[in-house]
């Protein structure tokens, strides 16, 4: 539990502090690793996480349901957030005399977001022989490092201040933490019933469908063949299946 709440928070953490030590960004590269961030985060979802789901679900139409529901959330919540939480990079050009403000709603919607993320490393079946939240945690990791680094830039951009834009890195940073924390806590205490994990790893299934194949959409808006492209998710989804079969 300390390990995975550690890795989490650290690499949120770090991702983000990356924008400060990056001389000049790169656009290509940075499309580049997110097609393998899509790729890892596509192949787990339908090779673990949609499989564990159905085979825990005590009625699957009502999991497929759920999983549809996290996938039209997901859209709802990038009115928001601007698709940060897939990597997506926003200039917005200030008037002359704006001040910044902070991006509330891009800020929330991510901390949401990025809360419940954390509750999938709790899903019950984690605790039944396999440890395979290992393939989660992995998957979670690859996912946070563009969204962190986005969501950064964003903040630099809005805010026009280093320290509050890494305040709110922090809090952001703490976000999958708390809700593995949190969703630890009211499992092993009984507040929730398995039924209600189950119905939010759907949830947040449906979430991760939908993050993965928009990250494949926007990388190739006019549907052109990339050998670079096809090569990084391509290794991306190899290595999910090695988390998930080998590790």
Known sequence: MLFNVTILFLTALLAGMAVFFIPRFDQSRFKVALSFSGAYLFSITVIHI???????????RHAGIFVLVGFFMQMILEFFTTGVEHGHLHHHNHAPGHTAHVPYAIFASLFVHAFLEGTLLVHPSHNHGHDDGNTLLYGLVIHKIPEAFALMFVLLFRLRSKTKAFVLLVLFALASPAGLLVSDVLHHGNFISENVFIMLFAIVAGNFLYISTTIFFENSPEHKFKASKLSVSLLGAAMAILAEYML
């Open 50 to 60: 949609i499989p564990e789901l159905f085979q825990e679900a005590p009625d699957i």
